[in-house]
């Protein structure tokens, strides 16, 4: 019962969260819609505000499945493959700290969420206060991998990498390529960015240190708003 009742009040600060980051979209504005659990609260809640009139707006998803739902919920949906700038875009985090520094890509979309980040004007991250934490860590960090370059980059990344698997296959992103969720020093998450960058047939990480502009976190029902101090990009 009290796995439960914690269950129930984390979901409730993720719509909290979800909520705040939400009156942030003005009208005539193009969105980003993220990926996850907490990233679902943010489309239904925008639904949810285009239904009770007075806002019109026109959004990306960063996965196929966030696009479905942005859809089904009656959101205009355009394709990221056309659209050069977002205005605001709006996901979750595994683990965010007080730098704004985000572990991302439990959900498996963190190549997609980093390109739509860095095509926004604002990225904001939404969050129960499970995941703040004073310094990013304690979460494997995804990386996804070339399929062609599977052996070099999990032997490149350590044994503390392991292939993200489903039903004992592959898991497949939607960009058709491999996970690894990987246990990674992050003393120095900077330091740690730049190798993964430079790794050959390591297409993209849930690293992300400068994308996240302002957070929206939520514990026990009071919401609470982080800034950077200085624009990231």
């Known amino acids: 019962m009290t796995e439960t009742c914690d269950r129930a009040r984390q979901d409730a600060d993720k719509a909290a969260a979800a909520a705040a980051a939400v009156d942030e979209v003005r009208d005539g504005m193009l969105v980003g819609l993220g990926t996850g659990s907490t990233a679902t609260h943010a489309i239904h809640r925008l639904a949810e505000r285009i239904a009770q009139g007075?806002?019109?707006?026109?959004?990306?998803?960063?996965?196929?499945?966030?696009?479905?739902?942005?859809?089904?919920?009656g959101i205009a949906m355009l394709d990221f493959a056309d659209v050069p700038r977002v205005d605001l875009t709006i996901d979750g985090a595994d683990s965010i700290d007080d730098r704004l520094y985000a572990v991302k890509g439990a959900g498996g979309a963190m190549l997609r969420e980093k390109v739509v980040a860095a095509a926004s004007d604002r990225m904001v991250v939404i969050a129960?206060?499970?995941?703040?934490?004073?310094?990013?860590?304690?979460?494997p960090v995804p990386v996804e991998i070339l399929p062609f370059a599977r052996a070099s980059v999990l032997a490149a990344l350590g044994d503390g990498a392991t292939l993200r698997l489903r039903e004992g296959d592959a898991y497949v992103t939607d960009n058709g390529n491999w996970i690894a969720d990987c246990r990674l020093d992050l003393a120095d998450p900077l330091a740690t960015v730049a190798w993964l960058d430079a790794l050959p047939g390591a297409l993209g990480h849930g690293l992300f240190l400068r994308e996240v502009d302002g957070a929206y976190i939520a514990r026990g029902g009071v919401v609470s708003r982080l800034e950077r101090d200085a624009p990231s990009r």
Request: proline share 3%; charged share 20%.
């Open 128 to 139: 129960d206060g499970s995941k703040h934490c004073p310094s990013i860590g304690g979460v």
């Open 54 to 73: 007075g806002l019109t707006i026109r959004a990306v998803a960063t996965s196929r499945a966030s696009d479905a739902l942005g859809r089904s919920l």
